[in-house]
């Protein structure tokens, strides 16, 4: 995989990097309402839920969409389990809003009735690690239905290369030196 430098400042500058629909249209409601798609397309398919960050985590900027996606069932129990509510591991995946690419990952959540919970935040390490096997195959599922649509899983390999040391990345998700994971997938408070 190759980004050219062009490329980096676009993304930087939250301007879409593909040709294809509905990148091309740089409409983040119209990249956000094609995601919604997929989104009820994997859960059909898989009968999983969902759990997606739209918001940008609540302030700042994501150049990616958050969803998660898991089971009710103990293939799919946490780690931590917290003294009351809910808390399960699932398959995260990163979408970018600005280019046909995604991310896999596993990350743990866990809510309560008061609106209290834990959630995990993508970064560069977490790629393409699975602990457990239930969300290695989930994975595999959803790689499926969304390669059918046009995206592009980028593995974490491909990802952790530097960028120019002249561009600073916008991001509270990782420090310099910046990677291609961190110009794709930022996170600006």
């Known amino acids: ?22 990148w091309v249209t740089n409409d983040f409601q119209e990249i956000e309402k094609f995601f919604k798609f997929l989104f009820a397309e994997t859960r059909r398919k898989t009968q999983v839920k969902s759990l997606v960050e739209w918001q940008n985590y609540g302030s700042g900027y994501a150049s990616f969409v958050d969803a998660w996606f898991y089971r009710e069932s103990p ?4 780690s931590f389990e917290p003294d009351r509510g809910e808390s399960y591991t ?5 979408l970018s809003r600005l280019s046909p690419y995604f991310v896999l990952m596993e990350g743990e959540k866990s809510w309560n009735a008061e609106g ?6 993508p970064n560069l390490g977490s790629v393409d690690k699975f602990r457990s096997q239930a969300v290695l195959d989930l994975a595999s599922e959803v790689q499926a239905i969304l390669e059918i649509h046009g995206l592009i899983r980028l ?24 990677t291609l994971f961190d110009a794709l997938f930022h996170w600006e408070d």
Not at 1 to 22: H, K, N, T, V
Not at 75 to 78: E, M, P, V
Not at 90 to 94: D, S
Not at 155 to 167: G, R, T, Y
Request: glycine residues 4%.
């Open 1 to 22: 995989m190759f980004i050219s430098d062009d490329e980096i400042s676009a993304l930087l500058s939250e301007r879409s990097i593909s040709q294809e629909y509905p």
């Open 155 to 178: 593995s974490h390999e491909m990802l952790d290369k530097p960028i120019d040391p002249e561009f600073d990345v916008p991001t509270v998700l990782s420090d310099r030196p910046f």
């Open 90 to 94: 699932g398959l995260v995946v990163v």
């Open 75 to 78: 293939d799919f129990s946490a």
């Open 116 to 121: 209290g919970g834990s959630s995990y935040l």
